[in-house]
């Protein structure tokens, strides 16, 4: 798949969320929950905390990818998958995973099912064909449980989005790098992946 119509997929696909999340959020009445701030200060603190625990959250995918067989070769699926894709790409897709995802899932759906419930359906909408891509869904989860925590003790979305933004665009510039590698030892160009 050329990268300039994944980015466009992606595009559409958090755009949806983000359509819906907000049109929720605005006729259940949300909206003022997710940006509820008592001071510039916990706005500062929220996104210091977030920023902190998606590098922690980056870490320990690394640490899991070196030390679990199935990550890795997970790891693997995706940077072939996005192989190359370049810097603004991979911000531009972790601004709007990170926005869309967080104002459905935290800001919406974890208002009306609860953390669990919210958790569960973040971690199935992270998930693939294949039996490998159960590593995604799993830490979709765990990460999951995290955003959902952080959305509760800082009192809005901001932290959330922070955390969700930091790690994929660290892993997707990362996985990008890594895959353009791949496919250069593999195939001494990177012929049609671009």
């Known amino acids: 798949m050329k990268k300039g119509r994944m980015v466009r997929m992606a595009g559409g696909m ?10 929720w959020g605005l006729l259940r009445g949300f909206w003022t929950e997710w940006w509820r701030f008592e001071s510039l200060r916990g706005a500062a603190e929220g996104l210091v905390a977030g920023t902190t625990l998606g590098l922690v959250a980056i870490l320990l995918s690394w640490q899991m990818e070196r030390s679990v067989a199935g990550v890795k070769a997970l790891s693997e699926r995706f ?76 009192g809005g979305l901001l932290a959330p989005i922070a955390m969700h933004f930091v790690i994929n665009a660290v892993n997707i510039r990362m996985l990008g790098q890594r895959g353009k590698a791949l496919v250069r030892r593999r195939t001494g160009t990177l012929g049609e992946l671009l």
Request: aromatic share 12%.
């Open 14 to 23: 958090y755009g949806g969320m983000l359509a819906v999340g907000i049109s």
């Open 79 to 154: 940077s072939t998958i996005l192989a190359g894709t370049s810097t603004a790409e991979a911000l531009l897709l972790a601004a709007l995973s990170s926005v869309g995802e967080e104002l459905l899932f935290r800001g919406c759906l974890q208002e009306e099912v609860g953390v669990f419930g919210a958790t569960l359906l973040f971690a199935v909408v992270h998930s693939g064909p294949e039996r490998i891509y159960l590593w995604w869904t799993a830490s979709a989860f765990v990460f999951g449980l995290g955003l959902a925590g952080l959305y509760e003790a800082q």
